[in-house]
């Protein structure tokens, strides 16, 4: 909530961005990392940056002979370009190739603790190109606010400074709230710099995160939207390198997938027709659904941690946690394998869901064997508990003996341990020979490690129970009946958390100072004060609306009008002044009068009925002004109607039907009074 010497009238306080209108000179701004600091992340980042611009390069001239391949009707220059077309081709599929292993070298991002965990899979952030919004800033604050444009060179200079920080955010708070901060800042920015009728006339161009194909939009929604998918992906790398081997370490990879994952599903929902493939609705559901499965495995090894103990029930609980995470590994496998998804995704990342999904459905046949053969037969007291877990632990009951018998007879249980454990190890061999089918995987020996540590435990358990006199066939094993105790959670992206300051508050109160209004110049009016005073009413703050003129009086002579906004009481701005300091002003003024800059917005000039009937109207609560589906977040925003904002193609859709919207009666007071 803003202060409330600080809430602007056009509804900001209502936003959730917490927004901040006063100026702050001399305020810290956010930094990005060195970009030439040679870390082995940064080092990835420059190598994603260059293979970046050779795509685009390669794809430009692949443009062109294709065109001129079609244009010519000489064939020995068909010929000519076919070669050069097949050549162009070759370089783009080694460039395909060194992007995918490079989005495939998740040990980067992995932390450097000595304990074996399984890799998880980061996202490497969106490259984008610089952007000088100098000049079409400039010349828009003077084309459209009627104010020099070099004035305000500092607001515009910030605002390039904090977007040029925003490419190289650090891995850590501090990176995350440096994108939110400016994320935030471009709702100041679509609100003074883009009118719903035009553009500004500059592009924002952005890479594919996997691909490294480049895009690029007028649309600010693609901007927004792309930061967006970096706070997701940077979240990513947050999760991949805590330590999970510490309860603190899993509980904040957990919090990081958990929001990763909410950024992406935020995008989703909130963006359509997006111009990359790494933000069109297949990949975002993709990506999702892998953080949450990533949050899953967090979650089994939370337990691992926190079952200490070695009871019959704990150990059920683990193989249901781990068969709960092969439940939703293979989802995203199967998301991964779809068409749209498959020749996108780098094969590393679809093998390594593969890999996790075997081997957590060996591990939840490991826990379930263990469960049997470790723990001794339980207590005519404990048996009833143990049935009531067993009857939900398989999705088929095993064939054989009574539950009870079963849970009470050491054979019977040695002999359905025997068959979980023969299928965990059967897992585990189908995990090992998918990882060695991808180069990239077999590389690394982390992995390699983690799964061939689990199936020697199981071969060696296997051996410990297998007893040479067992003439029996070894039966197949019922699945096991996923469960888990922490449902994962996607966190949206609380806007809220990061104040920004409108960089450009100079300008005036967005109400009135908007893209979306426009106003007649401004005027300068000398007033004297009659014997009934100026002859009209105020009210409202910030700007101070004019709004009732009284017929014959002095106002009414020099030319004010019921509608027209205060800017300025003898050469002082008074765009954000208060009711009560503009009236201070007025009422200082001497024998020689006051000079009063008014302005009036175009479209407000319309009969005092109407003013006032549409004045009681606003103060019963309901909103006048309209924002961006995009802006209107649940908790943050009660605004009702949505903006094409939304899409990608900047049309707008905006109604027409208000006749005086320029007048936004939710920042007038009740009160008038007569000056």
């Not at 054989?400 to 007879?409: E, N, R, Y």
Request: aromatic content about 8%.
């Amino acid at each position: 909530m803003m202060p409330p010497e600080e809430e602007s009238p056009d509804g900001d306080r209502d936003s959730g961005l917490v927004l901040l209108h006063s100026p702050k000179s001399g305020s810290t701004r956010k930094q990005g990392c060195d970009p030439f600091a040679q870390t082995q992340r940064s080092k990835l980042q420059h190598r994603r940056a260059r293979i970046n611009q050779q795509i685009n390069k390669e794809m430009r001239m692949r443009a062109g002979a294709e065109n001129l391949f079609r244009a010519t009707s000489n064939h020995k220059v068909k010929e000519t370009v076919a070669l050069e077309l097949s050549y162009v081709n070759s370089n783009l599929q080694l460039l395909k190739e060194e992007l995918e292993e490079l989005n495939s070298s998740m040990d980067v991002y992995q932390n450097d603790s000595e304990s074996i965990s399984v890799p998880m899979i980061p996202l490497g952030l969106k490259e984008t190109k610089e952007l000088d919004l100098l000049v079409p800033l400039k010349d828009f604050i003077s084309e459209h606010y009627g104010e020099e444009g070099v004035l305000f060179e500092k607001e515009i200079k910030e605002f390039m400074e904090l977007r040029q920080a925003m490419r190289t955010p650090s891995r850590n708070e501090a990176g995350l709230e440096l994108l939110m901060e400016y994320y935030n800042q471009l709702y100041f920015l679509d609100s003074r710099f883009f009118p719903p009728t035009k553009t500004l006339g500059v592009f924002f161009h952005w890479y594919d995160s996997l691909t490294g194909v480049p895009s690029h939009q007028r649309a600010l929604a693609f901007e927004k939207g792309s930061v967006l998918f970096n706070l997701g992906a940077l979240h990513t790398q947050i999760g991949a390198r805590q330590d999970r081997a510490s309860l603190p370490g899993l509980n904040q990879a957990i919090d990081a997938f958990q929001k990763a994952a909410g950024a992406f599903n935020y995008l989703k929902e909130n963006f359509s027709n997006a111009p990359s493939l790494d933000m069109s609705a297949a990949s975002l559901t993709m990506l999702v659904r892998l953080m949450v499965a990533q949050v899953q495995e967090c979650v089994f090894e939370k337990m691992t941690l926190l079952r200490a103990q070695n009871d019959f029930l704990s150990r059920l609980q683990l193989a249901q946690e781990a068969a709960r995470v092969e439940d939703v590994y293979s989802v995203v496998h199967q998301t991964m394998s779809q068409p749209h998804v498959k020749d996108y995704v780098p094969f590393s990342w679809t093998t390594m869901v593969h890999v996790k999904s075997e081997h957590f459905k060996a591990l939840s046949h490991y826990f379930a064997a263990i469960a049997l053969c470790d723990c001794p037969a339980p207590s005519d007291a404990e048996l009833p508990e143990q049935e009531k877990a067993f009857l939900q632990f398989h999705v088929t009951m095993p064939e054989g003996p009574s539950l009870s018998v079963l849970l009470q007879d050491p054979e019977e249980r040695r002999k359905l341990g025997k068959a979980h454990l023969k299928k965990a190890i059967m897992k585990h061999e189908e995990a090992m020979r998918i990882h060695g089918l991808c180069k990239i995987l077999r590389k690394m020996d982390i992995l390699q490690e983690v799964l061939s540590f689990a199936h020697k435990r199981s071969l060696s358990k296997y051996s410990e129970i297998d007893h040479e006199e067992d003439f029996f066939e070894t039966g197949e094993a019922p699945d096991i009946h996923p469960k888990t105790h922490q449902k994962p959670e996607i966190k949206s992206p609380n806007f809220s958390q990061v104040k920004v300051t409108d960089l450009f508050h100079r300008l005036g109160p967005l109400s009135v100072f908007s893209a979306k209004n426009k106003w007649y110049p401004a005027r300068r009016v000398h007033l004297m004060r009659g014997e009934n005073g100026f002859g009209f009413t105020l009210r409202g703050d910030s700007p101070v609306l004019i709004a009732g003129v009284i017929p014959g009086g002095c106002a009414a002579e020099a030319g004010l009008k019921e509608g027209d906004y205060i800017i300025s009481v003898n050469g002082k701005d008074c765009k954000w002044s208060k009711h009560a300091e503009v009236v201070q002003l007025l009422k200082s003024t001497g024998k020689e009068g006051v000079d009063i800059g008014v302005i009036t917005l175009q479209g407000s000039e319309c009969p005092k009925a109407q003013v006032d009937r549409k004045a009681a109207v606003m103060s019963s609560g309901s909103g006048m002004l309209k924002s961006d589906k995009e802006n209107s977040r649940k908790s943050l925003m009660n605004s009702k109607s949505a903006s094409t904002l939304l899409v990608w193609s900047k049309k707008s859709k905006r109604s027409k039907k208000s006749t005086y919207s320029g007048v936004p009666f939710t920042a007038v007071g009740d009160n008038e009074a007569m000056y």
